[in-house]
């Protein structure tokens, strides 16, 4: 099954003009996957899991779930005939989740050494990089180490845009 999907996803990466080995990961994820998933004898129906990451997933006011990865995903799982039921939740209770229950597909996430091994890793759909920005009068003379970095301040781009900096 995992095999399969692998392949579509490649297939579509080909056709969309992407090089699946460049293009984060979609990451789909499956954990764990039970063994009578199949995709022409789905008698089971997976779960499917994405976050609010404008803009490769987000739902709309009006519940509606869209976004790159999630045409992405609609268009294999439609290929592979697996039903799913797809919602969008917070990132902590989608890790929770995907590691306590059977049949659940998240994407998208970013692969690490410490996530490499718990998942069935299908495909990557496009770079991500993580950076770190401050205001410019808050800018360091030199660069810091981590363990000076540790002790400052930390905000994510959302609560940043919240407060309107």
């Known amino acids: 099954m995992v095999n399969s ?3 579509l996803f490649k297939n ?22 039970s063994n009578s998933l199949n995709a022409k004898e789905n008698i089971t129906v997976l779960e499917a899991i ?6 490769l997933s987000y739902q ?7 976004g790159y990865s999630v045409e992405l995903f ?10 799913y039921e797809l919602r969008v939740i917070p990132w902590a209770r989608t890790y929770r989740r995907v590691q306590s229950k059977e049949n659940v597909i998240v994407f998208p996430m970013a692969w690490t050494k410490e996530r490499a091994s ?6 990557e759909i496009t770079p991500v990089n993580y950076n770190l ?32 900096i």
């Not at 994405?50 to 803009?55: I, K, L, Q, S, V």
């Not at 294999?76 to 039903?83: L, N």
């Not at 718990?118 to 495909?123: L, M, N, V």
């Open 60 to 66: 709309t006011d009006e519940g509606e779930i869209g």
């Open 5 to 7: 999907l692998q392949s």
């Open 74 to 83: 609609k268009a294999i799982m439609t290929d592979a005939e697996i039903e």
């Open 12 to 33: 579509y990466c080909a056709n969309l003009r992407f090089n699946s080995r460049t293009v984060l990961i979609l990451t789909i994820i499956l954990f764990p996957l």
């Open 133 to 164: 920005y401050c205001l410019t009068k808050d800018l360091p003379s030199e660069s810091l180490t981590l363990a000076q970095l540790k002790k400052k301040k930390l905000q994510s781009r959302e609560a940043i845009l919240e407060r309107n």
């Open 118 to 123: 718990k998942f069935r890793w299908i495909g």
């Open 50 to 55: 994405t976050e609010d990451a404008y803009t």
